[in-house]
């Protein structure tokens, strides 16, 4: 499965952007972790297939919405009121084992990744 991500950019605080995935195949779980310089890779949102269940991480809840369209096999993430911590590279990610909603937290769920897309958030 290949990845496309795009939608990033530079926002100024309590903006919002829109972000798009768009998947070559299928996945049981879509989702997005994002990486700011210096931390970690770090959970953002999921979403899945079977039920369109969805998480996200406590910052972000609230302020963005994960949503899949399985026809265009696309996963998109607005975010909103947006926030200068959210600064960080944005990384779609694929699960394709029926556990990965299981494990959705961990990078270790995730089969495929995008290729990243900058988000700035300018206070």
């Known amino acids: 499965v290949q990845l496309q991500a795009s939608g990033g950019g530079l926002v100024q605080a309590g903006g919002s952007l829109r972000l798009s995935c768009a998947a070559s195949g299928r996945s049981y779980v879509m989702g997005w972790f994002r990486q700011a310089p210096g931390k970690e890779r770090q959970f953002v949102a999921a979403i899945s297939r079977s039920r369109g269940s969805t998480d996200y991480s406590y910052s972000v809840k609230g302020r963005f919405t994960i949503s899949r369209e399985d026809a265009k096999n696309t996963v998109y993430l607005q975010m909103n009121s947006l926030k200068s911590e959210d600064t960080a590279v944005y990384y779609c990610?694929?699960?394709?084992?029926?556990?990965?909603?299981?494990?959705?937290?961990?990078?270790?769920?995730?089969?495929?990744w995008g290729q990243g897309t900058q988000v700035t958030v300018s206070s």
């Open positions: 990610t694929a699960g394709q084992r029926s556990d990965s909603w299981s494990y959705r937290y961990s990078t270790e769920s995730v089969d495929y």
